[in-house]
């Protein structure tokens, strides 16, 4: 979207464009995911690390939309940033159980279930 090889200026272009309140999601592979959001304090950055899930890891496709349909539903549901994240990367990671993206995708309580068990922190 920027042409920026460097993340953290591709994160920084992107912010610069957002409107308040947004949150630039970042998917890290098996690293997790990074939220990164301006506050009236500077900029914030989050990140929620990979839990441990039932299962073998079967099929990544379809991982970083899960984690995206993950973070908006917590969005949309009123979750704080944190909360958001830990929801899309639990969804993300419970779609890498089963083949072909959303075959492994668990009911919403499973998936808030699995949210308890990201570790979310200060990145």
Do not use: N, Y
């Not at 990164?36 to 690390?49: F, K, L, P």
């Not at 079967?58 to 940033?81: I, K, P, W």
């Not at 492994?104 to 949210?115: D, K, T, V, Y």
Request: charged letters at 20%.
């Amino acid at each position: 979207i920027t042409g920026a090889d460097d993340l953290d200026i591709a994160i920084g272009l992107v912010l610069e464009r957002m409107p308040a309140g947004g949150v630039v999601v970042c998917k890290l592979g098996s690293a997790g995911a990074d939220a990164v959001w301006r506050s009236d304090t500077g900029t914030r950055r989050i990140r929620a690390d990979i839990p441990d899930a039932p299962g073998a890891l079967v099929d990544t496709v379809g991982a970083g939309d899960s984690l995206a349909a993950g973070f908006l539903a917590g969005r949309l549901s009123g979750l704080d940033v944190a909360d958001c994240l830990a929801l899309g990367v639990a969804c993300g990671t419970a779609s890498t159980r089963g083949p072909g993206g959303v075959g492994a995708q668990p009911p919403r309580s499973a998936a808030f279930e699995l949210a308890g068990r990201v570790a979310v922190r200060h990145a």
